[in-house]
């Protein structure tokens, strides 16, 4: 037998080995996310509970083989505080103007399915995107194209074409702010250079 014969075995399962850490490390993002939603679903944050979790967690990553949720490397907190302030008050805004059209009697309000491309290819940041979008009262995301990137909202209150193009910068902006927090210079240029004609 070849002397190299061994050799070759051992980098071959070194080479695994690396190959799977990596793939750990891709959807570590994930993983702790689907941990925290199982902490959060208990209502229960003992030992117990988080190691169920972690075991939960990796056997839905393992068995459904979920895409890997990769990140940039670029994290800016006061960027993600400034979107964070920013949400909250589109949240009361929407409560607000929601509230008034329940009390707006003998109009109907219309409604509007905008189309919104995005610049980020991140499933993390679309995502982001997306709940954000939803939780604000008036607006709910339908669809998503992961493969062009575009989203489907459902917009109350759109009956003339300001507002649907209004509706359509603040799901821009809500991208932009998120890529300056964490999302790469690349897709953060893109955005910039396109949310300079639109204002909020």
Known sequence: MSPRGPVRFQQAKGERKRGMGE???EQLPLLVALVLLWLFLWGSFTVVDILMGIFVAVLVTRVFELPPV????RFNPLWLIVFLVDFLWHVILGSIQV??????????AKSAVVEVNLETRSDFVMTLVAIAT????GSLILEVDRD???LFLHVIDADTPEKIEKARGDV???????LRALGSRD????SDARCSA???
């Open 148 to 150: 062009k990137s575009t």
């Open 198 to 200: 639109v204002k909020r």
């Open 23 to 25: 793939q750990i490390l």
């Open 172 to 178: 821009i902006l809500t991208e932009r702010r998120l």
């Open 187 to 190: 897709e953060l240029d893109r």
């Open 70 to 73: 990769t990140l940039s490397g």
């Open 134 to 137: 939803s939780l604000v009262p």
């Open 99 to 108: 509230a008034a059209l329940a009390f707006r009697f003998g109009r109907v």
